[in-house]
């Protein structure tokens, strides 16, 4: 199925492109004759380029390069691993210490005895300076910013010598004028400068100014990616568009990843989650879990009636950042994450991986320590020999063994015990994730599909999905490159906000429909930069509102684009949202806080292939592994082995049984049956 050839005859290919921890997912589509390749190779985390352009040059051929959308983890790694880059912040007169001041809320476990202190601000104190000048909350000036006061700054800034400027001034995403003063004026104090107004343009000083210097510190080593990429794509392609996707799922020209690269904190879980809405949509799935389970990190997120759960803010080491962002709850628990014991002798499982080098000891590239990999392998999940990645990797069982009795000794058990105990753990851990995306938010698993993905996800989910109660599993095809397949899938979209305080009640229509007309002209600009008629465009509203003196509000769609909307039939939709979300709705006065529009391109491009059985459907038969789990489908057992290619249309497979395709595994468990479709999706039927 994976391995299907490409068009002879010197093809266009769209290219979409995963970059995770462990691996780089490569996928290409040849719109002439609409077929797909994919292919994994090692992620090379010293510049993630590199790996991509690998992958690309294998899939490519004597093919040329028509696009290329790319999910990228290299503004998220340097965020949590403290990379960034020096940043000055240039703020009103007064707010020189937002950062520390934060909010009155305070983060602690329930049972942590010792608090953890407040991390260290993203920008020190001697590099916060204050500026003379005051707007009112209405965006009026009480003090003007001169252009002496500019001056100044600029210069104070340039003697601190750092990469990237951060203004964010009290009420600048009423006016921006004065940010927009002080951006000119820092153009040459330092390499990169981004203001406010066009980061976050929304009220809440210290979550704005959190974000605009995140952002701030991440821009150079955007820049320099992108630059990178593009440097590398232009010696093989003289027009091909880059795209990058975003955390909200949709796409966005690499100029403007380079100036706003907070959006791609979430970029590669959100082209996975991205893929599966447009897959349940085609096979009228109504709702379900996503899980992503990669080398480094598990991803879930809830698809409730078609639609992707969202969520406007999320924090990163601590510090609040908001761009749009698709509701995915990540946990440190991937196929690389390494077992160990604690201080107790207890076992544990992540959130250190072993990353794409040395990656997991059966892979024989220098790694030692056990990860979960590892213990699949030992338990014969995952066969010895088995070979994938076009031959790079080849499963070495002994080595797998090795690595799990460092931790197998001294726990005192044998090594098959250890390797269950290894993957319950990592189970545990998913299991976690599943519940808070689903039961904890009011919705019952019974009602939802599994959708598995990632190189591991198919090796755990129908065990997951046994244990939650969920009564089918969808591995789509090309799971284990799936979010590389939603690059492809993702529409071209850019966000715009505004704050907007009134009374619902008095709110006027007018009034509304002029400021959502300016905000659709400001989303739809880069859209029509890159060459794409109104006509092509779809805009999108919506209204934040909240109770009078609530401190959160709901995002309320506006139907069709339109502002006109009787206040009453919007006052009943927040109503609806309200009570489905908290139980309960009243009369009390309700309050508009926010405007927000989206502008996108519907994604047309990618016809799923239809597949025809190749090869033999049998792989090996009495093949011995122990089964993960709890009750009377646990333990010692001897499978058949299926080649996933091989499988017949809706031809029952039965478990026990292990289905195998070039870059992942399949565990049915005994009881449930698994039935392939014509596009060579699998479904697990999972008995409850």
């Known amino acids: 199925m994976n391995g299907a050839s490409l068009s002879d005859a010197a093809p266009s290919l769209r290219f979409g492109i995963d970059v995770g921890g462990t691996f780089t997912d490569v996928v290409a589509y040849d719109e002439r004759a609409g077929t797909l390749v994919s292919l994994k190779v090692p992620t090379t985390p010293e510049d993630q380029s590199a790996g991509v352009m690998a992958g690309i040059d294998v899939l490519l051929g004597d093919g040329t390069i028509g696009a290329v959308v790319h999910g990228t983890t290299a503004v998220t790694n340097a965020l949590l691993e403290g990379r960034g880059a020096s940043v000055a912040l240039v703020t009103t007169r007064g707010f020189r210490d937002v950062l520390e001041i934060a909010r009155l809320a305070r983060e602690a476990g329930l049972y942590e005895l010792v608090r953890p202190g407040r991390p260290d601000p993203p920008v020190p104190r001697h590099r916060r300076l204050e500026v003379a000048e005051r707007l009112r909350h209405d965006g009026s000036v009480l003090d003007t910013l001169t252009e002496d006061e500019c001056r100044r700054v600029a210069a104070r800034v340039g003697e601190l010598d750092v990469e990237a400027a951060a203004v964010c001034l009290l009420h600048s995403y009423a006016n921006p004028e004065h940010e927009r003063a002080l951006k000119a004026a820092l153009a040459d104090a330092a390499p990169h400068v981004c203001v406010s107004s066009e980061i976050n343009a929304e009220f809440r000083e210290y979550e704005r100014t959190s974000t605009t210097v995140l952002n701030a510190s991440v821009m150079p080593i955007a820049a320099r990616y992108m630059a990178r990429l593009a440097r590398a794509l232009g010696l093989r392609a003289a027009e091909a568009p880059l795209h990058i996707v975003q955390s909200s799922g949709g796409m966005m020209s690499a100029a403007t990843a380079a100036e706003q690269p907070l959006r791609m904190v979430m970029s590669g879980p959100a082209a996975g989650v991205a893929a ?260 092509q465009i779809v805009t999108r509203r919506s209204l934040d509102l909240r109770y009078a003196g609530q401190n959160y509000e709901l995002e309320v769609p506006l139907d069709g684009g339109a502002a006109g909307l009787a206040y009453a039939e919007i006052r009943r939709r927040f109503y609806d949202q309200h009570r489905a979300l908290y139980t309960y709705a009243t009369d009390e006065a309700v309050e508009c806080v926010t405007l927000r529009v989206a502008a996108l391109v519907p994604s047309t491009l990618l016809r799923l292939p239809r597949r025809t059985p190749t090869g033999s459907e049998r792989l090996a038969e009495d093949h011995p592994c122990t089964l993960p789990g709890l009750g009377s489908g646990v333990g010692e057992a001897r499978v058949t082995v299926y080649n996933r290619s091989g499988l017949g249309v809706d031809d029952p497979i039965s478990g026990p049984a292990l289905i195998e395709d070039e870059q992942s595994t399949t565990v049915i468990l005994a009881g449930q049956t698994a039935r392939s479709d014509a596009l060579g999706n699998l479904f697990v039927d999972v008995p409850t």
């Open 276 to 535: 599966a809405q447009y897959l349940l949509r085609h096979l009228d799935v109504p709702s379900a879990v996503t899980f992503d389970m990669g080398g480094t990190s598990t991803d879930v997120c809830l698809i409730s009636h078609g639609v992707l759960s969202t969520v406007r803010e999320r924090k990163l080491n601590g510090w609040p950042v908001r761009v749009p962002s698709v509701a995915v709850e990540s946990i440190g628990a991937g196929g690389g994450s390494l077992a160990w014991l604690d201080a107790t002798g207890a076992l544990r499982v992540g959130p250190r991986s072993a990353g794409a080098h040395p990656g997991p000891a059966a892979y024989g590239l220098g790694g030692t320590e056990p990860t979960v990999t590892d213990a699949n392998v030992a338990l014969g999940l995952i066969r010895d020999g088995l070979v994938f990645g076009r031959g790079a990797i080849s499963v070495d069982r002994a080595l797998a063994e090795q690595a799990i009795g460092q931790i197998a000794e001294p726990l005192g058990l044998g090594l098959v015990q250890t390797a269950r105990g290894i993957v319950e753990v990592a189970n545990a851990n998913m299991l976690r994730a599943i519940r808070l995306v689903s039961v904890q938010r009011g919705v019952d698993p019974r009602d939802l599909t599994l959708v598995a993905y990632g190189g591991a996800g198919p090796l755990h989910a129908t065990r997951l999905a046994q244990a939650m109660g969920m009564p089918r599993v969808l591995i789509p095809a090309y799971s284990s490159a799936f979010s590389a397949l939603g690059c492809l899938v993702s529409e071209l979209r850019y966000d715009v906000v505004r704050t907007f305080r009134r009374q619902l009640a008095a709110i006027d229509q007018d009034e509304l429909g002029a400021q959502f007309e300016e905000l659709e002209t400001s989303a739809r600009a880069p859209l029509e930069r890159e060459g794409h008629g109104r006509e």
